[in-house]
């Protein structure tokens, strides 16, 4: 059997840490591993080819977590070239951002965190995949339209980075080639990516038109607010370039500052933020509080109970705030759940948009702003980064604010004897922001409310051998646009759902210190984005997995696990769906399909 290494899994749900190497069956693959992340296709360079690409990087990164004196670049976690903007002659009005990446490894590796900066503005959060013996492979492909205005910059010294981080400090031997480029599309291939158009174009165009304030339309049929015409400029709200320019936030008192001046001719602002879990914090959600820590005698400092929430204030002031998704990494709760399908937003992390524009009063006026951001409960340590995306309008604006601070209820119910107990958590935060803008557009009123509900029940029982978290989070977000005459220019309701359920039992098996540790997750992700009743965008996304392993000690001695997962999207261009079932690793069904369903 295989020598046994560290692999975290979930220390927090066993009061004995369990350590595994990869079981046996990793050894069972006859060619590199590919893994994926179900998502719907954006055109590929087969389909059509695109107008133009450009090569923004050729890298590799080694163990990046010594970097003592060296100078060469492989052991650096961040590489930082020169940016090289796709050519002025080239046409297109969509543009993929393409990371591609491959592990030669033998030694099992933790999953690590990735970046891509423009200029300090972050465009992708990653996450790296398991090695295998005879290597691993994936690609993300992300659409980056959204980000127009960074990536045409003609300045020739914007810098381009990439931050490849370890989460944990062990000895890394096997290698990550990084691959990035971007390809840029016209207006008419983008388009046929999803390949039937179906059902209510019609009502999705009449609805765009709503949503274009300055109605140039820009050619982006997929675009949505507050992204349907791509922001003028974007200002990084991040660190330094030296720690890969995410805020690395330790604890709750944490606070990371920026100071912005924004451009007075702005009309529109949102600021977009990129977060993530890490080390102690990465499996926050499982996280007793600390009295049953304390009374049990548990490892001690990973208590706080399972509430997180990021906090954005403009001077001083509360303005938005996070209750972020769990991100399960390549290695999380049983790494091999995770192969080949990973799980949701592994490989594409989603980002979370705050609406500024009714905020606009607070941060006009031609002088220094104080930006912060911070973690309520937060331990060591979160990666946060942020960009401001800042739409101009011809002259000066005038801004006005009603500022209301957004109101916020938590409940907390725990009860425990020994090690079993049941601990809730429930969280319900709203928010009402009025905002008036003047602008060369005219007068433009503002009105964003939201309603975030955050619920989480972890049940320890069996003497705790029995673990089990029910978990949903639930974001709904209104924006009303009027006129002076109090006319409706966009109206517009996102509604997203994030539930998690994981179950982790452990049992003793015959013989000294053998047991089994059976896990199931069922991890959701449903958005829906509509205008009065139409419905411009949906996307439901369910896993669900189970693996059981025999373990020794602390060595995985065998194990077997399913990966059930089904994938549909829809906007007004067509459908898609792709439904994965994996056994043992295989996959061993793959379906999609263009009929839209609802
Ligand atoms: C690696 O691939 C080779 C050739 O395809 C195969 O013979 C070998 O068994 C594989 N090794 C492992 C450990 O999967
Ligand atoms: C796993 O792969 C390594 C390297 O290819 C090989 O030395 C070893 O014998 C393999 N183990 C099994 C159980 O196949
Ligand atoms: C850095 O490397 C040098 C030379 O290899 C070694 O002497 C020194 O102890 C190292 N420093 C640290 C902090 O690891
Ligand atoms: C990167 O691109 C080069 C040249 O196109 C190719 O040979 C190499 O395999 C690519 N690497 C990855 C990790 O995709
Ligand atoms: C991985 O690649 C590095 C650099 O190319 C090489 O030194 C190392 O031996 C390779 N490891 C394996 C297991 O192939
Ligand atoms: C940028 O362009 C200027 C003028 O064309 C040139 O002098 C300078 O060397 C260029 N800098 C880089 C980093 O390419
Ligand atoms: C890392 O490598 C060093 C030196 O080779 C070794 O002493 C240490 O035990 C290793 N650590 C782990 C966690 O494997
Ligand atoms: C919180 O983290 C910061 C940054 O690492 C550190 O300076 C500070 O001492 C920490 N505060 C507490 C209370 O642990
Ligand atoms: C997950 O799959 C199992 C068996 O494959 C099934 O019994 C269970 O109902 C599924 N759960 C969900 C939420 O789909």
Not at 77 to 97: E, F
Not at 222 to 241: C, E, K, Q
Not at 348 to 364: C, F, K, N, V
Not at 489 to 494: A, D, G, R
């Amino acid at each position: 059997m295989k020598a046994c290494n560290l692999i975290l899994i979930l220390t927090l749900l066993f009061t004995l840490t369990i350590q595994s190497s990869f079981s046996l069956e990793d050894n069972t693959t006859e060619n590199q591993q590919q893994y994926f992340e179900l998502t719907h296709p954006l055109v590929t360079n087969t389909d059509t080819p695109p107008s133009c690409s450009v090569n923004l990087l050729t890298h590799t990164f080694a163990n990046t977590v010594d970097t003592n004196t060296s100078t060469d670049t492989t052991f650096t976690p961040s590489i930082t070239v020169y940016y090289t903007p796709p050519p002025t002659t080239c046409k297109w009005s969509h543009a993929v951002l393409e990371f591609q990446a491959k592990c030669n490894g033998t030694t099992p590796m933790h999953d690590r965190v990735a970046g891509v900066w423009i200029a300090g503005v972050e465009l992708l959060r990653t996450s790296t995949a398991q090695p295998t013996d005879n290597g691993s492979f994936w690609s993300v492909r992300k659409d980056v339209t959204k980000y127009t205005s960074i990536i045409t910059t003609q300045d020739n010294s914007t810098s381009f980075s990439v931050m490849l981080e370890t989460l944990d400090k062990e000895n890394l031997t096997g290698v990550y080639h990084i691959n990035v480029s971007m390809h840029f599309y016209d207006h008419n291939a983008f388009r046929f990516a999803l390949s039937s158009v179906v059902g209510d174009l019609e009502g999705y165009k009449k609805n765009r038109k709503l949503s274009s304030i300055d109605g140039n339309g820009v050619g982006d049929m997929l675009g949505l607010y507050p992204y349907d015409t791509h922001a003028d400029m974007i200002i990084p709200i991040s660190g330094d370039v030296d720690e890969g320019y995410w805020f690395r936030i330790e604890n709750e008192s944490d606070v990371k500052k920026t100071s912005v001046r924004i451009d007075q001719r702005t009309y529109k602002a949102v600021l977009e933020m990129y977060i993530s879990s890490h080390g102690d914090e990465e499996f926050w959600y499982l996280t007793p509080p600390d009295s049953y820590t304390k009374s049990n005698n548990l490892v001690s400092g990973k208590g706080k109970g399972a509430y997180r929430e990021v906090l954005l204030t403009i001077d001083g002031k509360l303005v938005g705030t996070v209750i972020p998704t769990p991100l399960i990494f390549t290695s999380g709760i049983n790494p091999s759940l995770w192969k080949p399908a990973v799980a949701i937003g592994a490989f594409d992390q989603p980002s979370y948009d705050i609406d500024l524009t009714p905020y606009l009063g607070l941060l006009l006026g031609d002088k220094d702003h104080s930006i912060e951001i911070q973690v309520a409960e937060g331990g060591s340590y979160w990666l946060v980064g942020a960009n401001m995306h800042i739409w101009l309008s011809n002259s000066n604006v005038q801004a006005i604010v009603e500022y209301q601070p957004p109101s916020m209820e938590i409940e907390n119910d725990y009860e425990f004897e020994g090690l079993e107990g049941e601990f809730e958590i429930e969280v319900e935060r709203s928010s009402s922001a009025v905002g008036l803008v003047q602008s060369s557009f005219g007068i433009i009123n503002t009105k964003v409310t939201e309603e975030i509900k955050f619920k989480n029940k972890l049940t320890f029982k069996e003497q705790g051998t029995r673990k089990e978290l029910d978990q949903k989070i639930k974001r709904k977000t209104k924006v009303k646009i009027t006129d002076a005459r109090g006319s409706s220019i966009v109206k517009y309701e996102i509604e997203r759902t994030y539930p998690l359920k994981i179950t982790a039992v452990t049992q003793p098996w015959y013989g000294k210190g053998i047991s089994t540790v059976s896990t199931t997750v069922v991890q959701g992700r449903s958005e829906s984005f509509s205008s009065g009743k139409v419905i411009l965008r949906a996307l439901n996304h369910d896993v669900n997995c189970t693996g059981s392993m025999l373990v020794n000690g602390n060595c995985v001695m065998s194990g077997s696990t399913e990966n059930h997962q089904n994938y549909y999207y829809k906007d007004g261009l067509g459908c898609f769906s792709r439904k994965v079932n994996v056994m043992e690793g295989d996959v061993v069904g793959d379906e999609t399909s263009s009929i839209c369903v609802k």
